[in-house]
């Protein structure tokens, strides 16, 4: 199942960045994907936050390997860096305009960053199961 979206030729690079990102969270099931929208705010890092969930810490790692493949293959994109593997409780994946967060629920739950940018435009993607 595809998700329709906007022509390419109006969407900014960064925005075609995070389509990609949300696609490869999509192909390994990723729960609970919410966009944050930072731009505006003061003191953000990054134009864009992707959160998003897996069940397991093996989930969390197969997430991360999709989104750093899709966003290659369709935006010539890789990350700048990415740490947490070692344990795939939370990875935080760093694209400069976009930080990408993947949780196993618990680690979700307890930092719970989405309430961090409460001012912030978020948009919830609905789960494809």
């Given amino acids: ?51 998003c969930q897996g069940n397991t810490p093996t989930q969390v790692e197969a997430i991360t390997d999709s989104i750093a493949e899709t966003t290659r293959i369709e935006q010539q994109e890789k990350p700048v860096r990415v740490v947490g593997l070692e344990l795939a409780q939370w990875v935080a994946m760093d694209y400069t305009d976009v930080m990408v967060h993947i949780f196993v629920p618990d680690m979700r739950n307890y930092y719970n960053i989405e309430s961090l940018w409460q001012d912030a435009k978020q948009t919830e993607i609905p789960n494809l199961d």
């Fill in 1 to 51: 199942m595809e998700q329709t979206k906007t022509s390419s030729t109006t969407e900014s690079p960064v925005k075609m960045l995070v389509d990609s990102i949300v696609k490869g969270i999509q192909e390994k099931k990723g729960q609970d994907i919410t966009v944050i929208d930072l731009k505006g705010i003061d003191g953000a890092i990054a134009q864009y936050f992707v959160v």
